[in-house]
């Protein structure tokens, strides 16, 4: 299991390599990538991501080790980048490797609820117009009711 809370990019075709390289254990690899999306208006300029180094790597490993007990999970990636942002950027990556795929893809679907929802990062969007703090969606709230048990 790799979690990783960083502030450099990352490249995604060598971190997907690396996690699907040489695997006999697992049929199934699913990646996923999180984009820094601009906003409908198309004016952000930036997205600033805080948070709190150690409580949110323990978050996270808590999410994944959750998901590991939930499916039959032969390994787990997260990516996860903080401060700031351009539209294009790549913000997170998650990769789930398992046996077969409806576990693989169910765990990714997993994580990327509860990184949404329950990771502490705090997200900042920044445009000519001034800066405002993202609040929680009650979508993405929404997004983890299936999960429950």
């Given at each position: 299991m790799k979690?990783?809370?960083q502030q450099a990019p990352f490249d995604f075709g060598a971190e997907a390599n690396?996690?699907?390289a040489g695997r006999k254990d697992?049929?199934?690899v699913v990646t996923f990538t999180g984009i820094v999306r601009d906003l409908a208006r198309g004016d952000l300029d930036r997205m600033e991501i805080e948070h709190y180094p150690g409580m949110t790597e323990k978050?996270?490993?808590a999410i994944a080790e959750e998901a590991v007990t939930r499916w039959s999970l032969k390994d787990v990636l997260v990516i996860h980048r903080h401060g700031v942002l351009e539209p294009g950027d790549m913000i997170m990556?998650?990769?789930t490797a398992a046996p077969h795929r409806?576990?693989?893809f169910a765990a990714a679907?997993?994580?990327m609820d509860y990184l949404k929802s329950r990771a502490p990062f705090w997200k900042k969007e920044v445009t000519a117009g001034g800066a405002?703090?993202?609040d929680s969606k009650d979508e993405d709230e929404a997004a983890l009711g299936r999960w429950a048990d």
């Open positions: 979690i990783a809370v690396a996690f699907a697992a049929g199934a978050a996270i490993t990556m998650v990769a409806v576990d693989a679907e997993f994580l405002e703090w993202v």
